[in-house]
């Protein structure tokens, strides 16, 4: 991949150990930061938004470019975040139990240019964060967590300079109130507020479309639609451009805004019931388990399981009309379908083989369907009828 740097989101950038102007917290942040248990919380539209911001030149890591570690069993908009931030993803190997950044694959293949390490929450599973902070640490280089998969919950202590959440739509506390980075770092905090503060607000136009992506989740996705809304998405994905340009326009630079005060409204009404929905993931988790095996505990975003045979347990969920995630579809990197997307976003094929493997087999399991009994046996009963199981549960 080329290593030409890209413009940033943030722009003008802020001096570092001096004082910055920027906006008070909100009641949205101080109560959410009050949740995690950090000592400050920024609001920003998108998950992506807060880790290209937190990556760029006003954030974490030497200035100038270099190389950010991130795990291979990935979403696309992670690379795309720290392209946009003028740096470059250099993907390392993933523990096939854990889902997570390989803390001993990562020891022996450390890159040389290594500015900063993203450690990714896989479904929000934390297994390897200590190693790998260790790691980093004796290597004098800062970490960052992305924590858009795991589930704002209290004792889960930073180990990272900052860690970023998602509390968007289809997200583990499905807000649609935006992200939150979470920082102990009272100086980092005020460089990302200021930072933050520059972007615009989401327009009405944005705002609307929010309420009606709500309106129809709330409404209208049921499990027994899931797959009619999956087919579509992934027929929209094959007709947008797929050059690096236009997905950085698209999914980088388009979203850098900050959240409207609906979000803000939004984001305090779903804090306050985030204790059962915290309940009822754990619930779910917990009778996965039960069934088949694993050691997993927590409110995580999914279940985890290997599949034995991925494609028929799809196509049998399929016809049942029972949700369960199928990606990665193909490839590590999610959404990708196409090989050749693959070196745009800096990845080569072959370079991380456990990744590959992973994706090739990994499914996810509902845990909102620990909110309807019936619906969560069905996904059980799914699974062991259709022999999805491999044995492997992480």
Not at 183 to 212: E, H, I, K, S
Not at 306 to 318: D, T, V, Y
Not at 367 to 375: C, M, V, Y
Request: glycine share 10%; aromatic share 8%.
């Amino acid at each position: 991949m080329s290593r030409t740097a890209t413009k940033p989101i943030a722009t003008d950038r802020l001096p570092q150990g001096q004082a910055v102007s920027a906006s008070a917290a909100s009641p949205y942040e101080q109560r959410f930061a009050a949740r995690v248990g950090a000592g400050h919380a920024i609001s920003f539209g998108f998950g992506r938004t807060a880790i290209a911001v937190a990556l760029g030149p006003d954030g974490i890591g030497q200035a100038g470019g270099g190389d950010v570690v991130c795990s291979a069993l990935t979403c696309r908009v992670v690379p795309l975040a720290i392209i946009s931030a003028g740096r470059a993803p250099a993907f390392a190997e993933i523990d096939a139990r854990s889902l997570n950044l390989d803390p001993i694959s990562l020891a022996g293949r450390w890159p040389d240019a290594t500015r900063a390490v993203l450690f990714q929450h896989t479904y929000g599973q934390s297994a390897g964060l200590e190693q790998v902070a260790d790691l980093a640490r004796s290597r004098r280089v800062p970490l960052l967590e992305d924590r858009a998969q795991t589930f704002p919950a209290p004792g889960l202590p930073l180990r990272g300079v900052a860690a970023i959440y998602s509390n968007n739509l289809l997200k583990p506390l499905p807000a649609g109130s935006g992200a939150m980075l979470v920082t102990d770092d009272d100086g980092f905090a005020a460089r990302m507020r200021a930072a933050r503060d520059r972007l615009p607000v989401l327009g009405w136009a944005g705002d609307a479309r929010l309420a009606l992506e709500q309106a129809i989740q709330d409404r209208w996705l049921t499990s027994r639609r899931y797959w009619a809304l999956y087919d579509w998405h992934r027929r929209w994905e094959r007709r947008r451009p797929d050059g690096r340009e236009a997905m950085l326009e698209r999914e980088i630079r388009a979203s850098a805004v900050r959240i409207s005060p609906r979000q803000e409204a939004r984001g305090l009404a779903w804090l306050e019931r985030a204790a059962r929905i915290a309940d009822v993931r754990s619930w779910a988790v917990e009778r996965y388990r039960k069934e088949f095996g694993g050691d997993l505990r927590g409110p995580l975003y999914y279940f985890p399981l290997r599949a034995a045979n991925k494609p028929g347990l799809i196509a049998e969920a399929r016809r049942r009309r029972i949700e369960i995630v199928a990606w990665p579809i193909r490839f590590p990197i999610y959404p990708v379908e196409a090989a050749a997307e693959l070196p745009t976003l800096g990845y080569d094929p072959g370079r991380c083989p456990i990744a590959e493997r992973v994706a090739e087999t990994l499914v996810g399991l509902p845990t909102t369907a620990g909110d309807d009994l019936a619906e969560l046996e069905r996904v059980i009963e799914l699974v062991k009828s259709a022999g999805g199981g491999s044995g492997e549960v992480p």
